[in-house]
């Protein structure tokens, strides 16, 4: 039987367990989910069994229609209960009633975590490459497509290819063409009008 589950913002009070939540299973980091909480404490949710904090949802500051969520995580002990779809909708609700229109995510590039968010409505709107520190040398012309976009961050660059639908075997030729250090979906989800 699932206990009872409350979902709210998280309050002062309970910011210490939501950082070690955060340390244990994702990776912002007290000082970073300290100035991310004040641009928005409402959109700071958790998931509470019997009083106790067991799940956070967070964004980082984005854009005026466009929210990043930027880590949702469950405790171990309370995974496959539904609490982190329960947490990302009510996350969502929050965030249409805050005047956004849409959430973004970058997803971890393994199945049962974009199956998650295919599970919970996101669509696959971009795939982002991390080349790391060495530039882009990759030849561009072996690429089986051209970026929409080319940045580089503190030395990193990425590539971003848009696209319409989840192909995981793309992102991967794309990985491998690139030597890529990473290669991520970003997912989205309209959420306001």
């Not at 956004?100 to 599970?119: C, M, Q, V, W």
Request: glycine share 8%; with cysteine.
């Amino acid at each position: 039987m699932v206990d009872r589950v409350v979902l709210r913002a998280i309050a002062d009070a309970e910011f210490d367990r939501a950082v070690e939540i955060d340390k244990k299973y994702l990776s912002a980091g007290r000082a970073t989910l300290t100035r991310w909480r004040s641009w928005c404490p409402e959109l700071f949710h958790g998931a509470h069994v019997d009083g106790a904090l067991v799940g956070v949802c967070y964004p980082r500051p984005s854009d005026e229609e466009t929210l990043t969520l930027e880590g949702i995580a469950v405790v171990f002990e309370r995974w496959r209960q539904g609490i982190s779809s329960a947490l990302l909708r009510d996350f969502e609700a929050a965030t249409a009633r805050a005047g956004f229109r849409r959430i973004d995510l970058g997803s971890a590039p393994d199945g049962p975590t974009e199956g998650f968010h295919l599970k919970n409505g996101y669509q696959a709107v971009q795939i982002v490459l991390s080349l790391g520190h060495r530039g882009a040398t990759t030849n561009q012309q072996d690429l089986p497509r051209q970026p929409e976009e080319i940045s580089e961050d503190g030395g990193v660059v990425r590539l971003r290819f848009n696209v319409e639908e989840y192909l995981p075997a793309f992102r991967d030729e794309l990985r491998d063409a690139c030597e890529a250090q990473d290669a991520i979906f970003i997912f989205a989800k309209t959420v306001g009008s």
